[in-house]
């Protein structure tokens, strides 16, 4: 099998699985009691957190552990929204995010608040200059995603940082395909608050959590305990952290590592499918780009068929066609750039982890060449486009 889906979930990396293990078995105590059994947990918590609030440049107080990014991004939006209500009602988004800001933000409006979509252009890049004429003098926050979970596209980041500053507006940014593959610093970016996931990372699924930057006014998401300082309460999903904590720490170590085999092999791939398969494209800023990530359009090809026959090849793979987007309409992320429908329904998502080789990127092509010719063999749009041609 090869695994190119690492936008969707990672493999959780056995070094992690094994600092997990002894907080099922010995170290369950709970980390509110007062006994050294519970004091345990307590510490490989905080460790946990001292970890990741390091490789952020932010203070420990300032990680809150979430069951997720999804959990991570609506609590910054809504509990922001509520706590910033008397100031004013509108937030900033962008109209490529993931639908864990999409949709809450969706759900805003509903509760009264008002949201610009930012369009991005054929890249997938926000325009500053559109940013800061959104801004409004009851504008309350910005949320826009560090790196495209889809195209790979980064934003800038620090600049939107800067502007948000300077207008005194609060920062958000959903981080949870950019956590790990890149540096980041909170300061620098200027960045107030941060959603992370840990399956996103060779980290357990169900973990995540939200960086709040001391000062910033936030309400308590889950009521209840005292736990994550009474802003989100439930007994600590304690193996979750540690995972998450030993899965920061491993991204830390290797990042510099584990870009440069990407991006040999990630450029290896595009080249390769570039020079080999006519009528396609790659879609996403061809360097500002996550260094794993790899999506293009097929001109008269069904995501799905391809996703189908590549897996019959024991390929794993993603597109933003609609069947595999869960609605009628292909990837909004892909009508975002300015993809028309069907070319949107063409797309072929490949996302690598460093373990990936050029060797079978090589399978994965030569494969993908047969699949695409096929499938455009069948199609009837294709032969008139074809007849097109020759005329
Ligand atoms: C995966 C993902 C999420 C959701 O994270 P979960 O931990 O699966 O809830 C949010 N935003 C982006 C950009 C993602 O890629």
């Known amino acids: 099998m090869i695994y190119l889906d690492n936008a969707a979930t990672t493999k959780t990396a056995p070094e992690v699985v094994e600092a997990m293990l002894p907080y099922f078995t010995e170290h369950y105590g709970n980390p509110s ?68 800001i999409l949709h809450t933000c969706e759900y805003l ?37 560090f790196a495209n979970n889809e195209i790979g596209t980064i934003e800038p980041i620090a600049e939107i ?22 540096p980041i610093n909170v300061d620098e970016m200027n960045i107030d608050m941060l959603s992370a996931s840990g399956h996103k990372l060779n980290g357990p699924k169900g973990i995540g959590f939200l960086y709040i930057r001391k000062g910033v006014k936030s309400r308590s998401f889950i009521h209840g305990g005292a736990q994550e300082r009474s802003r989100r309460a439930g007994t600590e999903n304690v193996p979750g952290i540690v995972g998450l904590g030993a899965a920061a720490d491993r991204a830390m170590r290797i990042m510099e590592e584990k870009t440069r085999k990407e991006i040999e092999v990630r450029d290896y791939l595009i080249k390769r499918i570039e020079d080999e398969i006519p009528y396609c494209w790659l879609n996403g800023h061809r360097t500002k780009r996550l260094p794993n990530n790899v999506n293009f359009s097929f001109l008269y090809i069904e995501g799905e068929s391809m996703l ?46 460093e373990e990936n080789t050029k060797e079978e990127m090589d399978f994965v092509v030569d494969n993908l060449k047969q699949i695409v010719a096929r499938l455009r063999d069948m199609s009837p749009l294709y032969e008139d486009f074809l007849k097109s041609q020759q005329k």
């Open 33 to 100: 009691t007062i006994y050294s059994l519970g004091g345990e947990s307590k510490k490989a918590v905080t460790d946990a957190r001292e970890i990741i609030a390091k490789s952020l440049g932010a203070k420990t107080e300032e990680i809150y552990f979430t069951a997720g990014g999804s959990e991570a991004d609506n609590w910054a939006l809504k509990a922001t929204a509520e706590a910033y209500s008397n100031k004013g009602k509108h937030i900033i988004t962008s109209k490529i995010e993931h639908h864990a």
């Open 308 to 353: 189908i026959m590549l897996d019959m090849k024991g390929v794993c793979a993603s597109s933003g066609s609609a069947c595999t987007s869960g609605s009628l309409d292909p990837s909004h992320v892909l009508l975002g750039i300015g993809l028309k429908h069907e070319e949107a329904h063409g797309s072929l998502r490949l996302t690598l982890s």
């Open 161 to 182: 940082g800067a502007i948000a500053k300077e207008k005194g507006i609060l920062f958000h940014t959903d981080a949870v395909q950019a956590y790990g593959q890149l």
């Open 109 to 145: 409006e509903k509760q009264g608040y008002e949201v610009t979509y930012l369009d991005v252009d054929r890249d997938g890049l926000i325009n500053l200059e559109e940013l800061k004429a959104a801004i409004r003098p009851d504008t309350i926050l910005i949320s826009i995603m």
